[in-house]
């Protein structure tokens, strides 16, 4: 039999019914086993289901593993209500003590469930690395420090700054520049866009809080940006010009927070994965 359960037609003796109504998985209801044996530690939810042979077993704490949107199946709240009405009637019960102690222990291992699958699932530094080189987010800062060092090389006005007060202090100028000339890209992105939607049959529309939301989402990079080049790292790169491999590579180095020769290693295999 498989997993899922045969389904049946209720009142016709129980013989298979490759059709079974509409919301038939609605009406099952759970029987949680979390007092004896194994159950104390790993506790389950037997279904029972009208319309099926077999409604399932599930293991709560790996359910709750796999996702942390399952917190809602219905057989996870069964069991999270289950317990909490032994914490509630603790001196109600006759075993009130024992029970307030069991749905205690539950509880918390559902809480610890939730990080550990969080965990388990988690990106490993690899792909974290991969997505970074290859992500459409990570591009746009790439393209706002590539910004930044166009700018420290050929900008009149922050060539000044650096000559007049020191390297320092064409940063909050830097900074400025860079939202500037974010900001005008994205409100040309922004009617470019409205223009898109005219021409495919949409009302146009003109709504400024609109705009300025697209503003903001396309300026964020400069804070990442700025960040690094107030770091000791990136400190270097507004005290005198160098190449933009050499800066690129400082970025990606402090970004991650590893040695250039580990970064190496995980670019390596961001190239030999397989696609």
Not at 122 to 134: H, K, L, P, V
Request: charged share 35%; glycine share 6%; hydrophobic share 35%.
């Amino acid at each position: 039999m498989s997993s899922e359960g045969q389904k049946i037609r209720r009142g016709n003796g129980g013989d298979p019914d490759p059709c079974p109504p509409p919301g038939a998985e609605e009406w099952t209801v759970y029987d949680i086993h979390d007092r004896y044996g194994l159950d104390k530690k790993r506790p389950r939810a037997i279904g029972c289901n009208p319309y099926m042979r077999d409604a399932g077993t599930i293991d709560l704490i790996a359910l709750i593993k796999q996702n942390a949107s399952h917190i809602a199946h219905p057989a996870v709240i069964t069991a999270i209500q289950r317990w909490e009405r032994f914490v509630l009637n603790r001196h109600l019960l006759r075993e009130g003590e024992e029970l307030y102690k069991l749905a205690k222990a539950h509880l918390k291992r559902i809480s610890a469930a939730l990080l550990e699958g969080a965990e388990e699932r988690a990106s490993t530094t690899n792909d974290a690395f991969i997505y970074f080189e290859n992500g459409k987010l990570v591009q746009e800062q790439l393209e706002c420090l590539r910004l930044a060092w166009v700018l420290l090389a050929n900008d009149d006005d922050v060539k000044r700054a650096r000559k007049r007060n020191g390297f320092p202090a064409q940063l909050p100028l830097l900074k400025d520049k860079l939202t500037s000339a974010l900001s005008e890209k994205a409100a040309q992105e922004y009617q470019d866009h409205q223009e898109r939607r005219k021409g495919e049959g949409y009302p146009f529309k003109d709504g400024k809080e609109d705009e300025e939301i697209w503003r903001k989402s396309r300026t964020w990079p400069v804070i990442e940006v700025s960040a690094f080049l107030e770091s000791v790292a990136g400190a270097k790169f507004l005290e005198r010009r160098r190449s933009w491999d050499a800066m690129r590579s400082a970025f990606v180095v402090w970004r991650f927070s590893k040695s250039p020769d580990a970064i190496k290693k995980h670019r390596q295999r961001a190239k030999n994965r397989p696609r």
